[in-house]
Every structure is written in C-alpha cells, then in structure tokens.
C-alpha cells in the first residue's frame, strides 16, 4: 500500500506562486515514476509534470514549462511543484500520483497510487 498526501493549495492572485508538496508513505519501489495532474470542473485529469525516480529526468506539459518546476527532497520520498507566474486556468485540483516503473507517461490510466488532490484558485 502506497499514501500520497498532497498538501500547499491555496487562493493565490494572477502573477502569484505557490509551491505544492507531495509526501508519500508504505512501500517502496526499486523503480517508479511520480508526477503531478490537475483537473478543472468538468475537465478531463490533465497532466502537468513527472519525475523519474531512475535518473530524476524531469518532464513537463507545454502549458507549464517555464512557469512549474517539479523537484525532489533528498532525504525522503517526497516531490514538490512550485508554481511562479500563476493564471486563472491553472485553477483545478491538483493531484499527486505515483507509477511502477522508470517511464514517464502523461495518461492519467498508467498510475497506479492517487492523493486525494489539493485545490488551487488563481483569480483575475
């Protein structure tokens, strides 16, 4: 059994940053892959970005390159996304989620272990 607790959410203006943390527990894994979605009311789940626990390559969606950054505690199994340059579609629950294996995928169907989401609204 793996938790993932996500935590960091907020109310936050257009420009604003805000950074997320993402802190799991239970087993571990020889190899895996951990990334951050996000979902919108009435949007399907979306992918923002991934690391890989392998080599810790970093991947990002268009919509957020240069603006998120995903990085890693190095004393624990712990990820974080820090949000500069904030926009109002940003606004959605953001999830953490973590997968088997070094490859990174961008589908939500390919992870294996959810958090329960924390919200993040950027107003105009």
């Known amino acids: 059994q793996v938790q993932l607790v996500e935590s960091g959410g907020g109310l936050v203006q257009a420009g604003g940053s805000l950074r997320l943390s993402c802190a799991a527990s239970g087993r571990s894994f020889s190899t895996y892959t951990m990334a951050w979605f996000r979902q919108a009311p009435g949007k399907e789940r979306e992918f923002v970005a991934a690391?890989?626990?392998?080599?810790?390559?970093?991947y990002y969606s268009d919509s957020v390159k240069g603006r998120f950054t995903i990085s890693r505690d190095n004393a624990k199994t712990t990820v974080y996304l820090r949000m500069n340059s904030l926009k109002p579609e940003d606004t959605a629950v953001y999830y953490c989620?973590?997968?088997?294996?070094?490859?990174?995928?961008?589908?939500?169907?390919?992870?294996?272990?959810w958090g329960q989401g924390t919200q993040v609204t950027v107003s105009s």
């Open positions: 989620a973590v997968r088997r294996g070094s490859s990174y995928y961008v589908t939500a169907n390919d992870y294996n272990y």
């Open positions: 690391m890989s626990w392998s080599d810790f390559s970093t």
